[in-house]
């Protein structure tokens, strides 16, 4: 019997309010957040970091790496299963997974 795979580095996509919608609200202001920008699409702008980092970089999962860009990607046009623990299951069992060890994208 063939055991499938524990993926040991899958990500999460958060989506764009859930830091603001759920964090103390005297840290609101600094929470990071998701903002559509010229040029580069939807990026998350967290506090204290230097540069936005594009969605197109942060949710990459099953891309050709020649198709990943940091311009013009935006947040509805990810995976879903990036957020959507139902669409997750459907994808560890399309591709063979067990099970995964998630961990969060740049806001954490």
């Known amino acids: 019997m063939i055991k499938k795979p524990i993926s040991a580095d899958s990500h999460i996509t958060e989506p764009p ?8 609200p005297k840290f609101r202001d600094r929470a990071p957040r ?5 040029k580069v699409g939807d990026a998350f702008i967290v506090d204290g970091m230097g ?6 970089l942060v949710a990459a999962a099953g891309k050709d790496p020649a198709d990943i860009t940091t311009e013009g990607v935006a947040f509805e046009d990810l995976w879903e299963s990036g ?6 299951v459907a994808d560890q069992e399309k591709d063979g997974v067990a ?3 998630i961990y969060p994208t740049v806001g954490m």
């Not at 309010?17 to 103390?24: F, G, K, L, P, R």
């Not at 540069?51 to 197109?56: I, R």
């Not at 957020?83 to 997750?88: D, F, G, Q, S």
């Open 83 to 88: 957020w959507n623990a139902k669409l997750r």
């Open 51 to 56: 540069s936005p980092v594009p969605m197109g």
């Open 99 to 101: 099970a995964e060890f």
């Open 17 to 24: 309010h859930c830091y603001v919608d759920y964090i103390d």
């Open 34 to 38: 998701i903002k559509r920008i010229d």
